[in-house]
């Protein structure tokens, strides 16, 4: 199985901020990345899809890059909505297996 | 706007079998090729994949579960059902049923239910 990491576990950002967020595959995957938001007591949310391919509806702030084995996302001018876990998730050879989180509060 | 829907007993028993069903609204299951998708998150952890079923009749299961999990679909419900058996406390956990397009979105969860709270307890 492709085991995914993600750094930092947590960070702390004000409103009006960026933050960027790293995830790394154990193996190459090419661009096959996925980015969720969650929020508890919802669904995640699907941000950007293969890598840097903006989920329709979602903020232009939120942006993704990468390729095989290292993939960041970047929210640029975080709004209060946005304070959440980020997970990413490679969708490239089942099981399609998540990151462990990100959790994003404010400052 | 398509909608899914998890439901089932929110109580289960040790050594028993977890069933949850998944309703898909908006849209038919049949409308496009997708992968159903399960995913849980155990209190306190991440999000762990559990297996999808695509609408051709593939499916495909985490390692670790792929011994107890199954997936099946009933399109002409537009229902899609979870069946974990043998749990145990390592089971309890929000259980969260999704949709992947098989075309177009890198097999990205695109919609997703709100999760249903499953508790394993004698």
């Known amino acids: 199985d492709i085991q995914m990491t993600q750094s930092p576990s947590s960070l702390s950002a004000s409103v009006g901020g960026t933050v960027t967020i790293t995830c790394r595959a154990s193996?190459?995957?090419?661009?096959?990345l996925n980015w969720y938001q969650h929020k508890s007591g919802q669904g995640p949310k699907l941000l950007i899809y293969?890598?840097?391919n903006l989920q329709t509806g979602v903020p232009s702030r939120f942006s993704g890059s990468g390729s095989g084995t290292e993939f960041t996302l970047t929210i640029s001018n975080l709004e209060p909505e946005d304070f959440a876990t980020y997970y990413c998730?490679?969708?490239?050879?089942?099981?399609?297996?998540f990151g462990p989180g990100t959790k994003v509060d404010i400052k | 706007q398509v909608r899914l829907q998890e439901s089932g007993p929110g109580l289960v028993k040790p050594s028993q079998t977890l069933s949850l069903t998944c309703t898909v609204s908006?849209?038919?299951?049949?409308?496009?090729?997708?992968?159903w998708t399960w995913v849980r998150q155990p209190a306190g952890k991440g999000l762990e994949w559990i297996g999808q079923?695509?609408?051709?009749?593939?499916?495909i299961y985490s390692s670790s579960l792929e011994s107890r999990v199954t997936i099946s679909v009933d399109t002409s419900k537009n229902q899609f059902f979870l069946k974990l058996s043998s749990v145990t406390a390592a089971d309890a956990a929000i259980y969260y049923c999704?949709?992947?397009?098989?075309?177009?979105?890198?097999?990205?969860?695109?919609?997703w239910g709100q999760g249903t709270l499953v508790t394993v307890s004698s």
């Open positions: 999704a949709r992947a397009p098989l075309v177009g979105g890198g097999n990205s969860l695109n919609y």
């Open positions: 908006g849209d038919s299951m049949t409308s496009g090729h997708y992968y």
């Open positions: 079923f695509y609408t051709a009749g593939t499916t």
């Open positions: 193996q190459s995957i090419s661009r096959y």
């Open positions: 293969t890598s840097s």
């Open positions: 998730q490679q969708s490239f050879s089942p099981p399609f297996t």
